[in-house]
């Protein structure tokens, strides 16, 4: 488990080790006899746009249908009149995307940057090819898992590129522009999902992708100027980690399972529930281990949580993840049940959250590219967000529009200053050889947080609606279809409900199971406050070998 020492022979240096101000660029050899080549490539400028053209396509891709469905989703339920199983479309895909995050960042370094991104985006247009034609629900969510399992690793893949082809130091500007990209997913997601099952049919949901992903495969394989790994395939073969692979996939299908079941399909306290939990998490310490003393080439090293700031940045990000996602998920919720807006309009009441992420990120990026600082704007973000979430947590369906509209646009500014400065200060704290891992294995614990938010937001929700209708002594199958679907209060009088017993289910259970939600929020982002300020260290953004590799660039460039 020791991280590797700087005092050893030169030949035996690994990729990126660095001795005193100088990085070593010599291949990372492993007991199979497989190479590992180092693929940085700084780039000049005009190739730099060029590939982010590509990248850019390849992350909107992503993070628009990751997000596509949710309001497509009550269309798709009612073509299979599948119930509550549809909920199952974006929970496999979601299950699969997760559980493949930490894989593909090692399998970049083994057979390369583009032949992965290329082998994730092809998955991904694939599925979702299929499940456009699926017949039945059943289908859909084979075909649904199936693209997650591609679109997975597109995000982190595209966030490795970036590292390759730009230094450390302007990688934040980079790292910003992509994060404001995929925030334009997440704002138009939901749109577009909604207008297709209005208008056309939700199998365009799936199908609008493809046209997408196909020239961003195009622009990959044509346009990514990155540098061809060395080694035989045999021996590639013969390094990759087949175990941990399985442990990982195992490991993470046990925990992420029952936290989508929980509170919603199965009780918590159910053997269904907490059976796969408990054995996922016997799985995941089993995973450490062999990754720790079994794996040759692990897909984690267990080396680098040594690194304090590696360590601080995961506990940050899974709170990202979980008030990133659970603000994604449960503001339009709120929007919809408490102040009765369609799905398309709180898709554009969302713009605030989102334009202001997008707008923060890229301009945190430029800062931090010319400073080298990031500890502040970490600091200053998550306290930011913490506020935001403080302040939606007052909010009632009396509060004046407009100030719910500062709030998330607080939220948008905080998270802006939160996604790529910690990817910066986590790729600083490594030798170039494990910036692959460590930035796949970021975005897993992020990914993590958000479906664990879901979960939990679900049950908050849930618990407090109930007991506010057995307040009022509702029957069990009306409390049961309002869990089910809370925008029955909405129309009360459809339901057997007096105006009055709606008002008071809304005030006293949805409102206030959201107001928990959000006040469980603010407290993580305080507790990231805290855990960015102790863990996370500064770290110099320029390598001893920058300079040398730019003019190499430069000289290709000319």
């Keep these: ?320 993840g979980f008030v990133f996602f659970s603000s994604l998920y449960y503001l339009p919720q709120f929007f919809q049940v408490a102040l009765g807006y369609t799905p398309i309009g709180a898709g554009v009441f969302l713009i605030p959250l989102l334009s202001g992420q997008m707008v923060t990120s890229w301009v945190v990026g430029v800062i931090m590219s010319r400073t080298g600082r990031y500890r502040t704007i970490i600091h200053l973000g998550f306290a930011i967000w913490a506020i935001s979430c403080g302040c939606i947590s007052t909010v009632t369906t009396k509060s004046p529009r407009v100030v719910l509209v500062v709030y998330m646009l607080m939220g948008g500014v905080g998270a802006g200053q939160t996604l790529q400065t910690t990817t910066v200060a986590a790729q600083a704290s490594v030798p170039r050889k494990d910036m692959s891992v460590v930035t796949a294995f970021r975005n897993f614990i992020r990914l993590l947080g958000g479906t664990l938010s879901l979960a939990i937001g679900s049950a908050i929700i849930n618990n407090t609606l109930t007991m506010s209708m057995k307040a009022i002594n509702l029957s069990p199958p009306l409390i049961s279809g309002i869990v089910d679907n809370p925008s029955h209060l909405r129309s009360p009088i459809e339901f057997g409900l007096s105006e009055s017993q709606a008002s008071y289910v809304l005030d006293h259970g949805f409102t206030r199971g959201f107001r928990f939600v959000f006040i469980l929020n603010a407290s993580l982002t305080a507790i990231a406050v805290v855990a960015s300020v102790f863990m996370i260290k500064h770290k110099e953004l320029t390598r001893g070998d920058d300079e040398t590799l730019r003019e190499k660039a430069l000289g290709r460039s000319g």
Aim: some cysteine; proline content about 5%; aromatic content about 10%.
């Design 1 to 320: 488990m020791d991280s590797p020492k700087t005092d050893i022979p030169p030949k035996q240096l690994e990729a990126g080790d660095v001795v005193g101000d100088t990085v070593k660029d010599t291949d990372t050899k492993v007991d199979a006899g497989a190479t590992l080549t180092d693929q940085t490539n700084l780039l000049p400028f005009k190739q730099v746009i060029a590939v982010f053209m590509g990248l850019s396509l390849c992350v909107v891709a992503s993070t628009l249908d990751a997000v596509i469905v949710a309001t497509a989703l009550p269309t798709i339920s009612a073509a299979f009149n599948a119930g509550s199983v549809a909920s199952w479309v974006p929970s496999g895909y979601l299950l699969t995307s997760t559980s493949f995050q930490p894989l593909y960042g090692r399998f970049s370094d083994i057979f390369g940057r583009k032949a992965a991104l290329s082998l994730s985006m092809i998955i991904f247009m694939v599925g979702n090819l299929a499940a456009g034609f699926s017949k039945t629900i059943i289908q859909l969510i084979i075909f649904r898992g199936f693209a997650g399992a591609g679109g997975g690793g597109i995000i982190s893949i595209a966030q490795i590129v970036i590292s390759d082809i730009v230094s450390l130091r302007e990688r934040g500007k980079y790292h910003g522009i992509i994060v404001g990209v995929a925030a334009l997913g997440y704002a138009i997601g939901p749109l577009i999902g909604g207008a297709l099952s209005e208008k056309v049919t939700w199998r365009w949901c799936f199908w609008i992708n493809i046209p997408i992903t196909f020239c961003a495969v195009c622009v990959v394989i044509f346009l990514l100027p990155l540098k061809p790994v060395q080694g035989n395939m045999r021996k590639k073969l013969l390094v990759v980690d087949y175990l941990g692979a399985g442990l990982t996939l195992v490991g993470s299908g046990l925990v992420i399972l029952p936290l989508i079941w929980g509170g919603v399909t199965f009780p918590w306290d159910s053997a269904v529930v907490l059976a796969p939990l408990f054995s996922g998490l016997v799985v995941s310490v089993i995973f450490c281990i062999w990754e720790w003393k079994g794996a040759q080439l692990p897909i984690v090293p267990m080396y680098i949580f040594k690194h304090i700031t590696v360590s601080g940045v995961y506990i940050t990000m899974f709170i990202n």
